[in-house]
């Protein structure tokens, strides 16, 4: 199997189906032994205060979330669609934490722990106010509300202000994106968490194509060949290989955001994340912006 064909199976893979978290955060231990097979469940319960017991494939989390950090004694428990059971009877969990639809069917996880799901997308484009609500609940299950009030009202206090510093970018497009090898790249619009946020923040989005249930689209990168007046920001996951030979291209080389100079690689940022995506996402899109 080549490398373009791992990347774009490792894109589909990765689809659902920082500092801002609490310096100070409940270890998992006692009631709070919880596994979370899923990142956006384990972004909520770090931006309760509380740490995992374990998460599954902590070092793709590294690549393509990176923040928050996981705590170095964090317990893998494999791939997010094949955990080790086994493993995870052992660890005796109170609360396995899952996304909805994606991994173990929930009769498997039911015999070692009660479970709990959460969806990205309910279906109405709205990401960022799934994740509200899915901190709130979750928050309910493990006796954090007032940790999940606070962290919403920080939210809330972060967009207005990031509105206010960003209101000169408002009228110029921008075009988010990540790069899955030298000749195809993700585009995000419609549905996703990154257009909800931007939203709140009055910013346009450049790509108006089409999307999937999640807000991204595997695209060719001839198809960026139209967008000109516009900045595009590309999240890096660990690809300067592909990077640096799609540089090489005639074809990169001649996009108008290129040749203007408007092309910048940032932090990686997890497109499908919850509350602290959201929030990691404002920073390095306000530091890229202001870059220029």
């Not at 695209?219 to 290989?241: P, Q, Y």
Request: glycine share 6%; net charge neutral.
């Amino acid at each position: 199997m080549d490398i373009t064909r791992r990347r774009l199976l490792a894109a589909l893979a990765l689809s659902p189906l920082l500092s801002a978290w609490p310096q100070r955060a409940a270890l998992a231990s006692g009631q709070q032994r919880i596994i979370a097979l899923e990142w956006l469940p384990t972004e909520l319960l770090l931006a309760l205060g509380v740490m995992p017991l374990a998460v599954a494939d902590t070092r793709n989390y590294n690549v393509w979330v990176g923040e928050p950090p996981l705590p170095p004694h964090t317990i893998d428990v494999g791939l997010r669609t094949e955990p080790n059971l086994e493993l995870m009877t052992q660890l005796r969990p109170s609360l396995i934490l899952c996304s909805n639809g994606y991994g173990p069917p929930p009769e498997k996880l039911q015999r070692i722990a009660p479970i709990m799901g959460f969806d990205l997308n309910r279906g109405d484009g709205k990401p960022l106010s799934a994740a509200r609500d899915s901190l709130r609940a979750l928050a309910t299950r493990i006796g954090r509300e007032a940790e999940a009030e606070a962290h919403l009202q920080m939210l809330d206090r972060e967009l207005a202000a990031a509105r206010q510093r960003l209101a000169p970018y408002a009228q110029r497009p921008i075009l988010l994106m990540s790069l899955m090898d030298s000749r195809h790249a993700l585009a995000f619009g419609s549905n996703s968490l990154f257009l909800e946020v931007m939203q709140h923040l009055g910013l346009t989005n450049a790509w108006q194509g089409e999307t999937n249930f999640w807000g991204s689209a595997v695209i060719g990168i001839e198809r960026l060949a139209h967008l000109r007046d516009v900045e595009a920001i590309c999240f890096d996951h660990d690809n300067d290989a592909d990077m640096a030979q799609l540089s090489r291209s005639p074809l990169w080389q001649a996009l108008p955001f290129v040749r203007a100079g408007r092309f910048q690689r940032v932090p990686a940022v997890w497109y499908y994340g919850a509350t602290l995506s959201a929030l990691h996402f404002v920073r390095v899109l306000e530091r890229a912006l202001e870059t220029r």
